[in-house]
């Protein structure tokens, strides 16, 4: 995938991304801010409802004391004219049970504590009583059921209710009972039904603290802070509800809630921290508030990791996609993409390609991991060799590509060369003798195309180029030309169209004479394949016996030629001339056919030749392989009348030993002996043709040496008792007919 893609991938999944989060940021936001204000309204209303069941439980305590109040007052309506009565039992009883520690009944006339129950003392006479009392019964006798304020009596809080006591529907006086403040702590410092327990302040309208169930310190924050709020009268104004007011203290928001109890202007005000209350609706709105934090962050979780993760693979990708993974340098993609770009700017380039000849071999001298280093080593080697504007790269295993900018063979040559050394030298660092060389095949500048083509056609021309000196041995340089590639296509026309050529009868045979060096006589002559197309053109064997040898085609070819030989022989000799041994090739692929030898002697008896008149040329690698078969098969060909020439001696690795373990009639000195005349080897090469001579006569092994080129050459060979010669100095191969016309005798003759 294209980096620009991929990235822009990326963009658009964290896009979405950041909108869902947004989106999901947003939606918390708002049901957080909805349910906050809920849980503030909830909470408000809530603290309301504890407030005002203070104020419900303090109004019942002081509706009871007036009903017993009044119940005692009813008792004394009846038993008023007889004053002390028996009521005064009743009454007792009543009071014995209530809260009241006195009652005393003042008569509105005169003002008098006219009744008065047991144990009353004189200080209940009314002038005694304090003004708060006095103010209370004042409200009584005009008819008003009234509480005083709070007075202290005997170092006590306490207030005293009063009601009016009627008689015949005018008020006659006013019965009052006296409770301790203390009738209230059990509200004032009790629970709430719901389990709640809040500090209750009991205050004055002036903001003065009555009673209170907070602890010392806090009470007496707590009444700076209702002094501060001074809710005067505004509780009174409006009993149902409850008034709150905000205070600020050490810094920090109080909310004062404030209940009327609507008598004497007493209020029951609670002071929230917001810490000691938690409303219903405060456990959801934590686990809502924290259902979203989790949302949100696992929504950032994800952008985040799909964005590394994105990241990286895309930077594997590039990775993968552009670099070698072994060497790390760019792979063969990435330097074409990059080949292109330069090409497009400037034609002036030259593409190579270099490898490592028999790289399993490096891989089994050097090891895995070395054969591995080397490459990476020629990969830093390569990347140091190259210019800004030129490239590199790893193909397949060792195969490396080369993008210089330079056009003229030589230069490009001597670049290629000095790396190719350098690269040979490696084998140093790895502490082996292995002699690493490489092959290396480049191409020019292209006429008439661009671009991408043109890039195309380098590349192909490059590795085609390589490809053709793959079987060599050193460190070597092919430049691609036109030729080379007609070469090529020779070489897929060859398989291609063999067979139709061996039908058609395409492939010819030449002869080259052969000579007798102690005469002037021609003793013989080699049979050499020639391949005349259609067209006239000629193929030499150099360049399809080694592929017909590859291909196994060799073995058919090589029996055709015994027939045209034997063809020929039956033609000359049924034209009454004296015929001479022909020498044929024989691929070593026969010598693995079983029916080989029958196959032979089909040929030579079906057209009544004497197998005398031929010579079967065997190379000597033959020998290589199994000794004791090719011996077996020399023997029975032998037998059948076969000559058997060993060819190409001396051209390998070749030893003496065969002379004397081979029973042939015959050896080849290869051409190669006498080429080398006339230079710095000619010495040795003398010696050694000398020698192999020698040793060949003591086995009785006629000797025959090739490539005889001059007069000089003959006479040596005529020094070293070589028996025959063959070159063009005596011929070259030349058509059978022309053979027949220039070296063959008329019987008699
Ligand atoms: P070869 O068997 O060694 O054949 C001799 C080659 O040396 C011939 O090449 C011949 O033209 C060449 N030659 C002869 N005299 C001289 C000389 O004085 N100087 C130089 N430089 N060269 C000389 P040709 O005909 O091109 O054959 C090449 C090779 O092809 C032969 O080498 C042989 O190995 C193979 N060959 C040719 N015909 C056949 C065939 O019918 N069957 C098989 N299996 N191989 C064949
Ligand atoms: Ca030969
Ligand atoms: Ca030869």
Known sequence: MEEKNLRKKVIKYTVVLALISAVIIGCSAIVVVAVRKAEERSYTAYVDSLVNEYRLRFEERMASAFETLQLMGELMEDGLLSKESIVTDQIQNLSENSSFFKLSYYDIRSEEQLFQLPGSDPEYEFSNRPEEAQEAIRRAWEGEMAVSQVYEQDGVQVITYVIPVYQENEVQGALAGVQELSQFYDIIGGETTSGDRINIFWTESDGTVLTTSAEESAAEYGAAMIEEADFGSDAEQDREKIARKTVRWDGEPYTLYCASVGTNGWNLIYIDNGKDIHSPIYQMIILVTCAFAILFLACITVIIYTYKNTKKD????????????????????????????????????CIAVINFRHFQYINDIFGMDQADELLVETAKLLETSIHENERCCRGKTDQFYLLLAETKQAAIRSRLQKILDQISGLTAIFHKNYPITLYCGASVEQEGIEGEELRKKLLFHAEFAMKMIKNGHENDIAFYDQKMHEEKQIGLMIESSMQEAL???????????????????????????????????????????????????????????????CQMQRK???????????????????????????????????????????VLEILEGLAAENLDDLNHTIFRLKELGFQISMDDFGSGYSSLNILSSLEIDEVKLDREFLLAMGTAREKKQKAMMRNVVQIAKDFKIRTVAEGVETEENEHFLQEINCDYGQGYYYSRPIPAAEFEERFLKEKGA
């Open 314 to 349: 895309n930077r594997q990708i590039r990775s993968l996609a552009e670099q070698d993974q072994l060497t790390g340098i760019a792979n063969l993609s990435k330097f074409q993409q990059e080949a292109d770009k330069l090409l497009a700017q400037d034609r002036n380039y």
């Open 503 to 565: 039908d058609t009868g395409e492939f010819r045979l030449y002869l080259q004479a052969k000579k007798d060096l102690r005469g002037e006589k021609i003793s013989g002559a080699e049979a050499l394949v020639r391949w005349i197309r259609k067209d006239g053109t000629m193929i030499y064997p150099d360049r399809f016996i080694p592929v017909f040898e590859k291909n196994g085609f060799c073995a058919q070819l090589d029996l055709h030629m015994v027939e045209l030989v």
């Open 572 to 614: 000359w000799l049924d034209m009454g001339k004296e015929i001479v041994p022909i020498s044929v090739n024989q691929s070593k692929l026969l010598f693995y056919q079983e029916d080989y030898i029958e196959r032979l002697c089909e040929i030579t008896d079906r057209y009544g030749i004497s197998r005398k008149y031929i």
